[in-house]
């Protein structure tokens, strides 16, 4: 218990030399740009911003940016985050729903 505490204080690492693998962290300014592909792995946009539940801490939403070209036509979505699985491979996060579904959902205004 003594070490678990000496570590929190010197910032040094007691432990693993890699203890982030397997993936179990990831850091929001790490998952803000990245890509978000379907099952079929063909890209669908990519993570805007993250919706944290302060009551809760946990994430509940991941704000997706799909579609258009120079900001013409872009459309936002907030996708549940147990709709995402990460793919620590190719760096990306997978929508585990249908394609469908957002292409054909109203999206919402980043505003609000």
């Known amino acids: 218990m003594d070490e678990l505490i000496k570590d929190d204080f010197t910032g040094v690492n007691q432990g693993e030399r890699y203890p982030n693998i397997p ?5 929001a300014s790490s998952i803000i740009g990245d890509k ?4 079929k792995d063909d890209p669908m946009g990519k993570i805007e911003d993250i919706m944290i539940d302060i009551a809760t801490g946990k994430i509940d939403y991941i704000v997706v940016e ?3 070209f120079l900001g013409i036509g872009v459309k936002y979505f ?3 985050f147990n709709m995402l699985e990460v793919n620590a491979e190719k ?4 929508f585990k729903g249908k394609k469908e579904m957002i292409e054909k959902a109203p999206g919402l205004d980043l505003s609000h």
């Open 78 to 80: 907030a996708i549940p």
């Open 23 to 27: 993936l179990r962290y990831l850091t």
């Open 66 to 68: 799909f579609g258009g």
């Open 91 to 94: 760096r990306i996060f997978v």
């Open 36 to 39: 978000v592909h379907d099952e």
